[in-house]
């Protein structure tokens, strides 16, 4: 599918449940784009998949989803202005409904690997129509109602109710294609009621009264629609062609060289022709008598250029023939074969070659030489000779593709804008590439721009969560205001350097020596710190600080803490840096957290137990772990080794009881 469609899912889905919705759904259904590109194929299992990530995070069903996607579509492609196409196709709901088809053929210009539906009106009445829904693709029948739906309440006013009264091959859920049980290709059909006040068109459009003026016309020689129509056929009840145009004969005979000519006229159009739109149509009497609103392609069917089909045709005996002459189709296509034969001496072969062969497949690959001709008109029912016209022309896009079917300007119907439309095409379509070109690079640069912006967001978190805990920064991006907030008790930590610089030295080559180790050491420390157990508050000059307890509660904030505390001293030791020591203190209490500052913010603990786990570190000795009696107590009872080391005069709190931290619990 086009990344338009999933353009539309995106952009309602964020506004109708919000951007969190979206993520999560990405997420379910592990999908890595940011953006959708309008021009760019994606999977289309990517669409149910959505649907069914949404109906889980909404609890909506799955049909609802899918039915949403669709109105999201039609509500969507209005940026693109295909609205006023819609808009254009008639004043009727029903003049869509005929008009979908023809809607897709023209979007094939724009959307070339367009995999679109078919879709025929079968049939209408007051109280609304039937539609007939072809595609290749399962899970879609949902998808289609909320369209149909969507285009009636937006471009036309009506309120429609639209239910499924047969279906066949289709698979909710899945995108992926019918599942087939037998050989061949199967097709998902499925057949929609659509309930709507349609009397005003059966009034004006169905249920009409010729003028009697047109009544009196003389009837038209069926000739005369030959010469205006040179690619136009005539089908009668068993739809076997019984008239055909001048060019279209010549064609077939030039694409089917080694053929009777006068096999065309008497044989089953199916036998000459592929109709590649509307997909697997039956075609029969009954059926194309109802789709001559619809707008048919059809491919001619050519045997290719050997040596077989050639010598055939140059051999071949016209004027023993019955009632045959060589008219100047058969004389164009003998002359034409005969130079082909003559430029092409060596070249063609009597049959498969050993390069013919595809060696993958086994099969014969395709012939390289003239590519089939594609036919795009409407059937028309004429009363006087109960047969089907098809009224066409050929669907030739530029003249690189007029020349590779063999046909030139000439050949294309005078009146109409075939010709003109050729040269157009060839004249733009240098200009639509280089559009197409433009507009995918910057694609392409929006999708790196967002991705580089995503990579500087995830730089830009991980800096500020160096700074702020991510929760307290979490909550200020909620709000402007500062976080302040008090624990009833947590454990500070406090580090000292020691050793590592004279502060009355100038010399500049052991300051720098005096940085490098303390990155070391305090680079260690940082090893040591498990979130969320341990925070690291900040370093001040040789001092290191931490807590636990905070802005994570946790009950065992002593125990973490001493265990940090030893870890460190034997990763210190670890380093051997000579003539570095460290020591430690450590103290339990309440305290007041908070972000301060402007410019730098940072998240910084107040109280008197911090002053007290300063005071533990500053008077504790080397190598050391200096605990307050408060977190001895804590520690002792649940298995921790501590010896007391009696009253130490502690600066601005006098003489306290102190303990060394020795060892941790035994395993």
Not at 84 to 97: A, P, V, W
Not at 368 to 382: A, D, N, T, V, W
């Amino acid at each position: 599918m086009y990344g338009m469609l999933y353009e539309s899912v995106q952009h309602y889905v964020q506004e109708e449940y919000g951007m969190d919705v979206w993520k999560k759904v990405c997420r379910i259904v592990d999908c890595k784009h940011n953006s959708f590109k309008t021009h760019q194929i994606y999977p289309d299992k990517l669409m149910p998949d959505i649907a069914a990530a949404l109906s889980a995070c909404t609890g909506e069903s799955f049909d609802f989803c899918m039915n949403f996607f669709g109105k999201c579509f039609v509500r969507f492609f209005s940026n693109f202005g295909y609205d006023k196409m819609i808009r254009s196709t008639g004043r009727y709901f029903c003049d869509f409904l005929q008009s979908i088809d023809n809607i897709h053929l023209i979007m094939r210009f724009t959307y070339p690997k367009m995999k679109s539906p078919s879709m025929q009106l079968t049939s209408m009445d007051e109280g609304g129509a039937v539609i007939l829904y072809r595609s290749g693709r399962t899970g879609m029948s949902k998808y289609l109602i909320g369209q149909m739906t969507e285009v009636a309440r937006e471009f036309y006013g009506l309120e429609i109710k639209a239910y499924v009264i047969e279906s066949q091959n289709d698979i909710s859920g899945g995108t992926a294609g019918p599942i087939k049980m037998t050989e061949g290709p199967l097709t998902v059909i499925v057949k929609y009621r659509l309930d709507f006040d349609n009397s005003e068109y059966m009034a004006k459009r169905v249920n009409t009264v010729a003028h009697p003026s047109q009544v009196k016309m003389p009837a038209v020689d069926l000739n005369v629609f030959l010469e205006l129509f040179p690619f136009t056929f005539v089908l009668n009840h068993d739809m076997k062609i019984t008239h055909a145009g001048e060019k279209v004969v010549e064609t077939w005979i030039m694409h089917n060289p080694g053929a009777n000519p006068k096999a065309f006229i008497g044989t089953h159009v199916t036998n000459l022709f592929y109709c590649r739109r509307p997909k697997d149509t039956t075609i029969d009497w009954d059926t194309l008598i109802q789709m001559r609103t619809v707008l048919f392609e059809f491919e001619l069917i050519r045997t290719g250029h050997n040596r077989l089909a050639y010598d055939a045709v140059l051999n071949m005996d016209f004027e023993n023939y019955d009632d045959m002459l060589l008219n100047e189709a058969q004389a164009i296509a003998l002359a034409k074969a005969q130079e082909f034969s003559d430029n092409n001496v060596g070249d063609i072969d009597d049959g498969p070659s050993e390069v013919e062969i595809d060696p993958a497949t086994g099969q014969r690959r395709a012939s390289q030489g003239l590519r089939s001709i594609l036919l795009k008109g409407q059937m028309f029912y004429i009363k006087d000779i109960d047969s089907l016209i098809f009224l066409c022309s050929p669907l030739i896009e530029n003249l690189d593709e007029l020349h590779s079917i063999g046909l030139y300007l000439n050949d294309l119907n005078p009146h109409g804008l075939s010709r003109e439309l050729v040269m157009a095409g060839w004249q733009h379509c240098s200009k639509l590439e280089i559009m197409f070109e433009k507009e995918e690079q910057r694609s392409d640069e929006l999708e790196k721009s967002l991705e580089l912006a995503d990579c500087w967001k995830k730089q830009g978190d991980e800096l500020l969560y160096s700074m702020i805990p991510r929760p307290i920064a979490e909550r200020m991006r909620v709000s402007n205001d500062h976080v302040c907030q008090s624990f009833e008790e947590v454990s500070v930590i406090f580090i000292e350097v020691m050793n590592i610089y004279d502060s009355g030295s100038t010399n500049v080559q052991e300051a720098m020596q005096a940085v490098n180790i303390l990155n070391q050491v305090f680079s260690a420390l940082d090893e040591e710190i498990i979130s969320p157990f341990v925070y690291k508050v900040e370093t001040v000059g040789m001092v290191y600080m931490a807590v636990s307890g905070a802005p994570d509660i946790n009950p065992l904030h002593a125990q973490h803490a001493c265990d940090m505390a030893l870890r460190v001293i034997k990763k210190v030791k670890s380093h051997n840096l000579p003539d570095v020591a460290i020591r430690v203190g450590i103290n339990s209490g309440p305290v007041v957290a908070g972000v301060v500052g402007l410019k730098v913010p940072r998240y910084c603990l107040f109280g008197d137990t911090v002053n007290t786990a300063s005071r533990m570190e500053s008077s504790c000795d080397p190598w050391k772990i200096q605990l307050s009696n408060y977190t001895a107590e804590k520690v002792r009872d649940v298995g921790y080794k501590v010896e007391p080391r009696g009253r130490v005069n502690v600066k601005g709190k006098g003489e306290m009881e102190t303990f060394w931290l020795v060892e941790g619990p035994e395993d």
